[in-house]
């Protein structure tokens, strides 16, 4: 399973690169603007330093919702950096966008999918990438991970190429549990993957071996 990063923080993608575990990365203009940056020039320079920190795959989210300016933003967002990969939302012009991306060799991750039948479309319009959100179905009571499930069948089901990419995890059980089901990347904050590593047993066992280590050594 690949580990992207759900943040545009420059400081939390070094330390997750760092880390040594990541496969990527995903933004949104949320996120963006959470880092304040706005202005066309601003953004694109902020996916540069982006891309010049991690090896490949950076989300870069369109804004237009329309098919001829979701091409030609999705177009300079491509020339940025060979690591970009647009973002484009679940609607009916960004499945045509998609399927336009696709054929000019663009990779794409479709995003905002909260449904198998969304799924469906996406993966028939060629996207790499597909983000179904997790946190948000949760959040008003609707199994998120089961969704997961739902299309890593469906996918195996037909050989579809586009991976799944669970998005909106919340913590590190969402993490663990879209490993079992077969998720090809997820997408989550830094502090789900440093989650990872805790564990009492690993702290208390590595506070003995120091304690005995010293001890044995006449400390
Ligand atoms: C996906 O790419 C989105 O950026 C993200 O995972 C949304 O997460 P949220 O629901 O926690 O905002």
Do not use: W
């Amino acid at each position: 399973m690949k580990f992207f990063i759900d943040t545009a923080n420059l400081d939390e993608i070094k330390e997750a690169y760092d880390l040594g575990v990541l496969d990527g990365v995903t933004t949104n203009p949320s996120l963006m603007a959470k880092e304040g940056i706005t202005g066309d020039d601003n953004v694109k320079a902020h996916y540069k330093a982006i891309c010049d920190i991690v090896d490949d795959k950076v989300s870069a989210e369109v804004i237009s919702t329309d098919f001829d300016g979701m091409i030609k933003e999705g177009k300079e967002l491509a020339k940025i950096d060979d690591k970009i990969v647009v973002k484009v939302p679940m609607i009916k012009d960004g499945v045509k966008a998609i399927k336009y991306f696709s054929e000019e060799g663009i990779r794409t991750n479709c995003t905002l999918v909260f449904s198998p039948g969304q799924a469906i479309l996406a993966a028939k319009a060629g996207a790499t990438y597909l983000s179904p959100f997790i946190g948000r179905l949760d959040d008003i009571a609707f199994d998120g991970l089961e969704l997961i499930e739902q299309i890593v069948h469906i996918y195996a089901n037909y050989g579809y190429d586009t991976q799944v990419l669970a998005a909106s995890v919340r913590h590190t059980m969402h993490l663990i549990k879209c490993a079992e089901i077969g998720a090809d990347v997820v997408t989550c904050p830094l502090n789900v993957i440093t989650g990872l590593l805790n564990h009492p047993l690993t702290d208390a066992g590595l506070a003995k071996f120091l304690a005995d280590h010293a001890k044995a050594a006449g400390k």
